[in-house]
């Protein structure tokens, strides 16, 4: 086979390879609580909807229904907390009914009552990437735009998905008293775990994507040259 359509196809093959990661919910929150891929809508819990996202008040961030029982995932959440004095509950994998589940922690990642991540990794009023993931033998990793957060292993299925996903709403065994007003700009859900690096290659950029058809033109134009000179032969 020519060597230009050799190295061709291999770069086709490094720009979609990445493109395995299986998202199952996309929420931009551009004027709309819509999934993106067709799935349920998110739930607005008494936060304002704009044109790039949701502001909530404390336990009025959104909830999103249908994961019963998901154990291996990835979320994704773009973010900012108003407050970050004490907990602030992030998210919540029991329908409010467990003090368990991820927090900030006096600016830091926490998932109670587990491990806390280094200081100062929020700011207020800034809106930071978060990531979760939970895997097939329950290990739980933490990003935090793109630096690696906490880890742990969960024996005990405190970071198992239940019937509702919660955002941002503190549980009902602390009185909901753990919970910050905020913003919300994006949340994503992929159906594996993920490193940071990985979910961000999932989706190609518009730029992969001209790249991609790029590569197919190149093949293409390879193989009618070769046509070609057979032909000439």
């Known amino acids: 086979m020519n060597k230009l359509i050799i190295a061709g196809i ?33 739930t607005n819990n008494g936060g304002t909807l704009g044109a790039t996202g949701i502001s909530f008040g404390a336990n009025r961030g959104p909830s999103l229904g249908g994961f019963l029982n998901a154990s291996v995932y990835s979320i994704v959440i773009g973010f900012s907390f108003d407050q970050l ?83 941002f709403n503190d549980d009902f065994a602390t009185g909901q008293g753990e919970a910050s007003s905020g913003f919300v700009d994006y949340i994503q859900i992929y159906d594996t775990a993920l490193t940071d690096t990985g979910i961000i290659a999932g989706v190609p950029e518009p730029t992969s994507w001209m790249m991609l058809i790029a590569g197919f033109g190149l093949v293409g134009a390879a193989a009618r040259r070769r046509r070609l000179a057979i032909r000439a032969a």
């Open 10 to 42: 291999g770069a086709l093959t490094a720009i979609a390879s990445p493109a395995t990661a299986a998202l199952v919910a996309d929420f931009q929150l551009n004027g709309s609580l819509a999934d993106s891929l067709g799935g349920a809508d998110l």
């Open 85 to 167: 004095d004490g907990w602030r509950k992030i998210l919540d994998f029991s329908n409010l009914s467990s003090d368990s589940g991820l927090y900030n922690l006096s600016s830091s990642l926490d998932f109670y009552p587990f491990v806390t991540t280094v200081t100062g990794q929020f700011q207020a009023g800034v809106v930071h990437r978060v990531v979760l993931t939970r895997d097939a033998a329950g290990t739980v990793v933490s990003y935090v735009d793109g630096d690696s957060g906490l880890t742990f292993l969960d024996t005990g299925g405190n970071a198992v998905i239940g019937s509702t996903l919660n955002f």
